[in-house]
């Protein structure tokens, strides 16, 4: 195997290795792909590979940014007015069409995930920051406490649709539609269950605020030195 020649833009280069990442992983054990099988899958070398990705988990994360990629380019104004629950769910389905053709990868992908806690921990973070920019294609807030409530029950919201999603073989994916619209109406009262807790604690965070502020300002006030020995007045003879 040789590397790839030098007139290959390296975007080509590496969208190879994501493809070659993904049918890898439809067809073996995650963990048993190494980085010299995914090169020569997609007819790169070595050199090429650490070029284009440092580690197998970096070609993950460059199919996680093709597929943000592929929904953030196809996003519709034709649900603009429509309630938040139906402009996420057009995104969510955008974003599915958009893996359908890597199906068999992502499950192997998911599978890994269960197998071991570290990657669980790293796929989360990757999908923490694909869900934020969902959200924003959708026009949710995610930002503040409330948001962050917001982007991890999706995150496991969506992990529970995909693995509806893995055995739909109905044309549309109609159970996986079914799937999403109930993670998303669960969804939608959970939100707003912590959008009226934030209301309602929202004078004691102010007091709390208030009380560190007064704090700080107190700490950080100049004191006189207290006299010594060499400062204090001389006693009166």
């Known amino acids: 195997m040789t590397d790839a020649d030098v007139s290959t833009p390296p975007a080509e280069i590496k969208g190879r290795i994501v493809d070659a990442l993904m049918e890898l992983a439809g067809e073996r054990a995650f963990e048993d792909i190494s980085i010299a099988d995914i090169a020569a899958r997609a007819g790169v070398g070595l050199a090429d590979f650490r070029d284009a990705f440092p580690s197998k988990g970096a070609v993950l994360a460059g199919f996680n940014r093709r597929v943000d990629r592929l929904v953030l380019s196809g996003k519709s104004d034709a649900l603009e007015g429509e309630p938040a629950k139906e402009r996420l769910f057009d995104v969510l389905m955008r974003r599915l069409d958009a893996m359908a053709p890597w199906r068999a990868g992502v499950r192997g992908v998911a599978r890994w995930a269960r197998r071991d806690p570290l990657a669980a921990a790293a796929l989360n973070r990757e999908a923490l920051n694909s869900t934020r920019f969902m959200l924003e294609a959708a026009g949710v807030n995610s930002e503040g406490a409330v948001g962050a409530v917001k982007l991890q029950g999706l995150v496991l919201a969506f992990a529970r649709v995909l ?73 009166p003879v």
């Open 163 to 235: 693995d509806v999603w893995f055995d739909d073989e109905g044309e549309g994916f109609p159970a996986t539609m079914a799937a999403l619209d109930r993670e998303l109406t669960r969804g939608e009262k959970l939100v707003g269950r912590a959008e009226d807790l934030h209301r309602l604690t929202a004078p004691l965070r102010g007091l709390a605020r208030s009380i560190l502020d007064a704090s700080s300002r107190r700490g950080g006030r100049r004191r006189a030195p207290e006299p010594t020995d060499e400062t204090a007045e001389p006693e």
